[in-house]
Each structure stands twice: as structure tokens, then as C-alpha cells.
């Protein structure tokens, strides 16, 4: 299974991006998928994530400003970014719950994505 991102960037704060995120491979359904951002640190925190029926869930720092969304039938996810902040400028990665046949579940990463905002 692979995660491919797209859709990072340069913005100026107070502006936009998108981003998406294509999964594919040997895949039967997927649970939840999300993003997760990674400042320079070692820490990874969560974003957004979205389960597989539509119910989505934010960090207290992104809600209001950033929405998630996802495609079943394509396996993509993504996440628009309205009113950014230079806090914002970090690595995204996309990350996924996949099942397979046999009900095994398995969580994928994507190679991340570069969102830099400047002030």
C-alpha cells in the first residue's frame, strides 16, 4: 500500500493550500485516515482525522480553519487550509487504517509534505 501527498507549499499567512492524499495497493476498506504534522522535533501530532463514515475530528489549534474530507471510492483524503499561521509550517503526513481481507488492519504513512507559512 502507498500514500502519495500532494499540495504543499509556500503561503503567506492568512492564506490557503490544499491537500490531498491518494492510497493505493492491496486494499479492501479503510478505517480511519488523517494528517499529522511533524514541526522540527520529534514529535508527530495529529491534525485531522476522518473515520470512514464521514465523522471528522480536529486538533483544538486547526478547528475553524481547516477542514477534512475523504473520497471512499477513490481511497483519498484531504485537508483544506483556510487562515493559516506561520505556527502552522510543518511536514504533513497522510496516514491510513487499512483492512484487508482477513480483517487485519495495518497503518500506513505517507512521505510527507511541506507546508511553510511565512509571517
Avoid: H
Wanted: with cysteine; aromatic share 8%; proline share 4%.
Amino acid at each position: 500500500v502507498q500514500l502519495v501527498e500532494s499540495g504543499g507549499g509556500l503561503v503567506q499567512a492568512g492564506g490557503s493550500l490544499r491537500l490531498s492524499c491518494a492510497a493505493s495497493g492491496n486494499i479492501f476498506s479503510i478505517k480511519d485516515m488523517g494528517w499529522y504534522r511533524q514541526a522540527p522535533g520529534p514529535q508527530r501530532e495529529p491534525v485531522a482525522v476522518i473515520d470512514n463514515g464521514g465523522s471528522p475530528k480536529y486538533a483544538n489549534s486547526v478547528k475553524g480553519r481547516f477542514t477534512i474530507s475523504r473520497d471512499n471510492t477513490k481511497n483519498t483524503v484531504s485537508l483544506q487550509m483556510n487562515s493559516l499561521k506561520p505556527e502552522d509550517t510543518a511536514v504533513y503526513f497522510c496516514r491510513a487504517i487499512v483492512v484487508d481481507l482477513r480483517g487485519r488492519q495495518y497503518i500506513y504513512w505517507g512521505q510527507g509534505t511541506q507546508v511553510t507559512v511565512s509571517s
